[in-house]
């Protein structure tokens, strides 16, 4: 009989620009895929690895630092804000005293402090509304820090999703090339297989030609041929 063929299993490669970039292999009874990562890859993957560690505990907590940052961003705010009331509110009161000066003497009359109520008036309704402004500025610097924090830690973890998505469509790439080239393997074992079995059935008739001396012969010489295709 001839010798039955079998399919080996095929390894996959991924070359880039003449580098091995992904590997599909098996090993035993286990099949292995591999990415291998140059050193800028591996730069990239660590530091957003590490910096995503590092990062993470302390999203919510605000150092020192950071509040004495946050409130002189506040304090500097606040400031514009009273000195915009006063650059407005100050020249108005000053023309008042001047003018009731040059046409009264003194302030001791009712139009005096009929105007000088309704300008501290105004004044003290600018100052409520820039205490709420104050109040809003805060919440905004503080929601604007977390939102940045967020949005870090939302970059780095798309560096490590991309780095991890890259890597496997190399390896999918490798095992596919692997599919591939075990199917190959397959189909020329069974074509020696079909091969050999066409050897064994000639051999076969020829041995059943019992009145031809030669067929006997030629059917040792077929049979001892197809063990080794």
Not at 92 to 100: E, F, R, T, V
């Amino acid at each position: 009989m001839g010798k039955t063929s079998t399919a080996k299993y095929a390894n996959g490669v991924v070359n880039i620009n003449g580098a091995e970039k992904a590997s599909h292999y098996k090993k035993g009874n286990t099949v292995y895929s591999n990415f291998n990562m140059n050193d800028t890859e591996k730069k990239i993957y660590d530091y957003s690895q590490n910096s995503f560690l590092e990062n993470l505990p302390n999203i919510n907590v605000f150092s020192a630092d950071t509040q004495r940052g946050l409130q002189n961003q506040l304090n500097a705010y606040t400031q514009n804000g009273l000195e915009t009331i006063n650059n407005y509110y100050t020249p108005m009161l000053s023309n008042l005293k001047n003018d009731i000066a040059s046409r009264f003497g003194n302030f001791d009359n009712s139009a005096f402090m009929d105007n000088l109520s309704s300008i501290e008036s105004n004044r003290a309704k600018a100052m409520s509304s820039l205490a709420q402004d104050v109040l809003a500025k805060q919440n905004e610097l503080y929601n604007d820090e977390l939102t940045r924090r967020y949005n870090y830690l939302n970059f780095l973890n798309n560096v490590q999703k991309q780095s991890t998505a890259d890597a496997l469509s190399y390896m999918q790439l490798a095992g596919s090339n692997s599919a591939s080239g075990t199917e190959y393997n397959k189909y020329a074992a069974a074509q020696r297989s079909a091969q050999n079995q066409s050897y064994a059935n000639t051999a076969s008739s020829l041995l059943a030609s019992t009145g031809n001396p030669y067929g006997i012969a030629a059917a040792a010489a077929i049979q001892y041929g197809s063990q080794y295709l």
